[in-house]
């Protein structure tokens, strides 16, 4: 699959129409890294990335987003059973002793109203900490790729639907 496939478009102000915008490899590397810490518990490699996505957080963000639905669609797709209540849980469980007790929260607590559709509710969690959404997307992403992958697999799997070689 194309990278410009999962790409967010931008506006041309030269003739009005939008073009597909191509995302940067550092975003695409630094969105999988973050997931990757997730998936594998580690604290350091998180702590290694998250100023990289600081950097870049808008764009980490949308990245996120993406992976974030495509990996909702695949659990769709496998048929595994995957309820609100479950996405819950697994960020929560995914982000605990990960970071600070009250960035946890945060994130916890965010994605909690996120989930249910609550989005004002979970603005007000984040604090209009953009990265309170990196840390929520991450994690998602690394708990609903471990119900529907293995490791390795996630990953490379993550790698070719960004458009990343291994």
């Known amino acids: 699959m194309s990278s410009e496939s999962f790409s967010g ?9 939008t073009q597909p915008q191509e995302t940067p490899d550092r975003v695409r590397r630094t969105a999988i890294e973050l997931i ?5 518990r580690d604290r350091e490699a998180l702590d290694a990335v998250v100023p990289r996505a600081a950097d870049d957080v808008d764009e980490v963000l949308s990245e996120l ?7 909702g669609r695949r659990v769709q797709q496998t048929g ?6 479950d996405s819950r849980e697994a960020v929560a469980r995914t982000v605990a002793e990960m970071l600070p007790p009250e960035l946890e929260f945060a ?3 965010a994605w ?21 959404y990196v840390h929520m997307l991450a994690a998602f992403g690394a708990a609903i790729g471990l119900a529907v992958y293995k490791r390795a697999e996630l990953l490379s799997v993550l790698r070719q639907v960004t458009g990343l070689s291994e």
Do not use: I
């Not at 478009?9 to 129409?17: I, K, L, V």
């Not at 990757?36 to 594998?40: K, L, N, P, R, T």
């Open 9 to 17: 478009p931008s506006h041309d102000p030269r003739d009005g129409r």
């Open 107 to 109: 994130v916890a607590t």
């Open 80 to 85: 595994v059973v995957w309820k609100p209540a």
């Open 36 to 40: 990757e810490a997730y998936a594998d």
């Open 112 to 132: 909690e109203a996120h989930s249910v559709g609550e989005e004002e509710a979970a603005e007000r969690f984040t604090r209009g900490d953009p990265m309170v």
């Open 65 to 71: 987003k993406v992976v974030a639905a495509f990996l």
